[in-house]
């Protein structure tokens, strides 16, 4: 049968009595359940752990963020938190290997890094390990230097001295550290940083008494996500925390067990049937039919607030005239703003992409005889720093002159005829951010730039485990209007700290040896100087410094599916003697 008049274009057969008309397809995208629950346990200690499972990879990241850094480092033993970083490494616990070695024979990814406000600790393994982790998290709030010994700090020291040196004489970082100190005046906690000499002058005692001040469980947050179930989360904090992290009064006898969800007859002897809970020791009663359960509950009580430290007076009025590893003469300069961690943060964060896109737009006529220029905005507790830097091509340019070029640019970011463009930038940089949050959020795996890195820092000083949504949600509320009042109250010229860093000696830059960042060091860099001399290198130099592998003890067997498999003992592979 024909189809009536109103369906003329789209025809329709019937067969016996059924449409032959295709089923119109379901435009529904078919994309698997997929949603993120945190949970926070605020322990009446003051630390603050964070579980977030994950079950889309086999693996767990955990991130610890201790509330202190460089800032709180003593007068003339500058450097001593990033000391301490090191020193947690070095400890030994028991028959246990020293601590790095731990975590490297766990096939592991991890770091540490040291800020002006806090020292951080991430580790990224497979999710079999993740008790281990925690045990270690527990350990450094206990035990942090157990076994570490003088004569070690002193070796620690030379490793130390090593990474400063590729940081800040064979980096651009120098640039940023030089500018701290011109931004903020001698008395702020950013002003200072680490030396040489202040490495010679930290020994053991001072490591020992940084971590016994400062490595406290009210001074830590811990953030772990990855592969387990919500169920287990508490029970793996019981079992490989020390309980005096937990509650003060916590004992052995105030645990008990209960049967994983889905076992239904659960054997004493297997441990893989059970789940430790524990009771409340404040309300504990030994020999009672029944007692309260310790659950502790987010408080999600800020380590911050809204006020905030005023923000403090320019460090140096002169410009000041720094010697650096970089390619060409830098002009930098910095700002001192209001503390970040608060519900402005996003606001200080785009005052720099739009105080970037008037310094490009400003000098745009200097064409090739300028390089690379940009701003950006460095957060922080006490304050933030607006970092801004020009690089001269043309040597011929009077670096002062650019410096004082380039603070003229920043009038139009309050200016009402230029307001208006920004709006276009703004709306670019919203949409940027997005797009970053949202590849931050399915990085789980990862020791730096992935989820966790952005969530921990976050929930320690607000209590909100929810940066991500936190920050889509009060991005769209970004006005230009109220980063041009901001300007004009902050980017003043008399507020604008000025260092000028010209390149370092050809013959001080180490452009190639094993442990070099120089900025411009590539195959094509024939001018620069080379640290590796390898006139004197020969074929028995070379086999010398060979270990051979003990064959003996290889082993070599195949799998039911034909694979070949060939295992040799860890430590006997082939290595390079220093």
């Known amino acids: 049968a024909a189809a009536s008049a109103a369906d003329d274009e789209l025809e329709v057969v019937t067969v016996e009595g059924k449409s032959a008309r295709p089923v119109k397809p379901s435009l529904r995208i078919n994309v698997p359940d997929y949603a993120l629950s945190t949970q926070v346990y605020d322990f009446p ?120 040196r590729r940081r800040n004489e064979q980096s651009y970082a120098l640039l940023f550290d030089y500018l701290y100190t011109v931004v903020y005046p001698e008395d702020h906690p950013y002003h200072a940083s680490s030396t040489h000499d202040s490495l010679d002058n930290i020994h053991l005692a001072d490591l020992q008494k940084y971590f016994d001040d400062y490595y406290k469980a009210e001074n830590t947050t811990t953030f772990v996500v990855g592969d387990f179930e919500p169920w ?92 650096g590893a970089l390619d060409r003469q830098t002009v930098a300069i910095g700002w001192s703003l209001p503390g970040a961690y608060r519900e402005d943060q996003l606001n200080l964060q785009f005052m720099g992409n739009i105080g970037s896109f008037a310094l490009n ?55 009402p005829d230029y307001v208006q463009f920004f709006e276009m930038d703004i709306s670019k940089g919203r949409q940027q951010m997005l797009a970053g949050t949202l590849q931050s959020l399915d990085t789980v795996a990862q020791h730096f730039g992935g989820r966790a890195e952005d969530i921990t820092p976050y929930a320690h000083y607000t209590g909100r485990a929810t940066a991500h949504s936190d920050r889509m949600n009060r991005v769209s509320g970004i006005k230009a209007q109220v980063i041009a009042s901001m300007a004009n109250k902050y980017l003043q010229r008399d507020r604008a700290a000025i260092l000028v860093v010209d390149p370092l000696p050809k013959d001080e830059i180490d452009t190639e040896g094993e442990h070099s960042s120089y900025h411009g060091a590539n195959a094509s860099d024939e001018g620069q100087a080379q640290s590796n001399d390898l006139t004197n290198v020969t074929d028995e130099a070379i086999a010398s410094s060979y270990v051979k592998p003990d064959l003996d003890q290889l082993q070599q067997f195949k799998l039911e599916n034909g694979m070949q498999v060939i295992i040799l003992p860890h430590g006997e592979a082939p290595v390079i003697e220093a």
């Open 361 to 415: 737009n400003g000098l745009y006529d200097y064409g090739k005889r300028l390089g690379d220029k940009g701003c950006f905005v460095q957060p922080g507790v006490l304050a933030s720093t607006m970092m801004c830097y020009v690089e001269i091509k043309d040597s011929s340019l009077d670096p002062e002159k650019i410096a004082e070029k380039a603070i003229d640019q920043f009038a139009t970011m309050w200016n």
């Open 45 to 164: 200690t003051g630390l603050r752990i964070m579980m977030q499972p994950d079950n889309s990879h086999p693996i767990v990241t955990v991130f610890s963020v201790v509330n202190h850094g460089a800032k709180d480092d003593p007068k003339g033993k500058e450097g001593t938190a990033h000391f301490v970083e090191h020193t947690w490494f070095r400890s030994v616990h028991g028959e246990l290997p020293p601590i790095m070695q731990v975590v490297q024979d766990l096939g592991s990814l991890f770091n540490a890094t040291t800020r002006p406000d806090w020292t951080d600790y991430r580790t990224v393994t497979s999710a079999e390990y993740l008790p281990i982790l925690l045990r270690l998290e527990s350990l450094r709030l206990t035990e942090p230097y157990k076994g570490v010994t003088e004569d070690q700090i002193e070796t620690e020291r030379e490793v130390i001295r090593n990474e400063w």
């Open 232 to 323: 287990e989360s508490l029970s793996l904090v019981f079992e490989n925390y020390d309980l005096k992290l937990l509650h003060p009064d916590l004992e052995e006898k105030h645990l008990f067990q209960y049967p994983k969800p889905g076992v239904k007859s659960p054997d004493r002897d297997n441990p893989d049937h059970w789940l430790t809970g524990a009771y409340n020791p404040d309300t504990y009663k030994e020999g009672a039919a029944r007692n309260e359960p310790f659950n502790p509950v987010p408080s999600r009580s800020p380590r911050i607030t809204e006020d905030r430290p005023d923000v403090p007076p320019l460090g140096s009025a002169e410009v000041i005239y720094r010697e």
